[in-house]
């Protein structure tokens, strides 16, 4: 109720900046700050007209192409760097450097190598959370208890068994929160991407709304975005997250 009423109080505040600065003392043209009635009017018309639908589809189609890439690059990546102290010691720095190299760096390559293609948009969004997955699958593993793998061992659990049984699973709170991250990472990529050079997706309707103008459709295609988001987050990610947790004590019943 408490949550509702604030939103609710955010809308109004809206409503009101619009009628002091835009109506009122005319300091600001309305297609520059709409007003909330505005945008859901547009959002209202993007959606009977299927363009937030097919853009939503295609958006979602390229977000789970690139990150499944990404998950399973990073996943063995990591567990490559976990096992080899050469990759350790030459490899890792690297990818740290990668990681904070903003995903709209790899735009140039991805065009040069996959011209205005599909593909070059996957390609970003998979280069946008390989790094983060990779690192938190190797800090995941390098912080396993250790009593827990000596208790393994002295049962009998070695190798491949260790690992499936003990280090993977112990690394789960590590390594879903940097899935987690490694999900925005991609989704922001995706949206740079798509506003670049796609024909239709989420960053291409909010292109088509800057270019005529219209920020009414930017910011209902932001709400969209954000709503998306946090769907994500509380059905997959935050479930998920929670479980683990509670399965390894970290969090209470």
Do not use: H
Not at 31 to 43: A, C, D, H, L, Q
Request: net charge positive; hydrophobic share 55%; glycine share 8%.
């Amino acid at each position: 109720m408490k949550r509702t009423l604030f939103y609710i109080a955010l809308i109004v505040a809206w409503e009101l900046v619009y009628r002091i600065f835009v109506e009122l003392f005319k300091i600001w043209k309305p297609y520059v700050f709409p007003s909330p009635i505005s945008v859901i009017e547009t959002f209202v018309r993007l959606l009977s007209d299927n363009t937030l639908t097919v853009a939503m589809i295609a958006t979602v189609r390229r977000m789970l192409i690139g990150y499944l890439i990404a998950v399973v690059i990073g996943v063995v990546v990591g567990l490559a760097i976990v096992k080899s102290e050469f990759l350790d010691k030459n490899l890792r720095p690297l990818i740290l450097g990668f990681q904070t190299l903003p995903s709209v760096c790899w735009l140039p390559f991805a065009i040069l190598w996959y011209g205005l293609s599909e593909k070059a948009i996957i390609f970003v969004t998979a280069i946008g959370s390989i790094f983060s997955i990779t690192l938190a699958v190797e800090s995941g593993i390098k912080n396993v208890n250790p009593l827990y793998i000596k208790a393994a061992k002295t049962m009998g659990a070695t190798g491949l068994r260790l690992y499936l049984n003990v280090i993977i699973p112990a690394s789960l709170p590590y390594v879903i929160s940097g899935m987690k991250q490694g999900w925005s990472f991609a989704f922001r990529a995706l949206m740079a991407g798509e506003m670049l050079f796609a024909t239709k997706g989420l960053g291409q309707v909010l292109m088509v709304g800057r270019d005529l103008a219209d920020m009414s459709q930017v910011i209902s295609v932001m709400i969209v975005t954000i709503i998306f988001g946090l769907v994500v987050e509380k059905a997959i990610f935050g479930p998920l997250e929670n479980q683990i947790r509670i399965r390894w004590g970290l969090k209470n019943i």
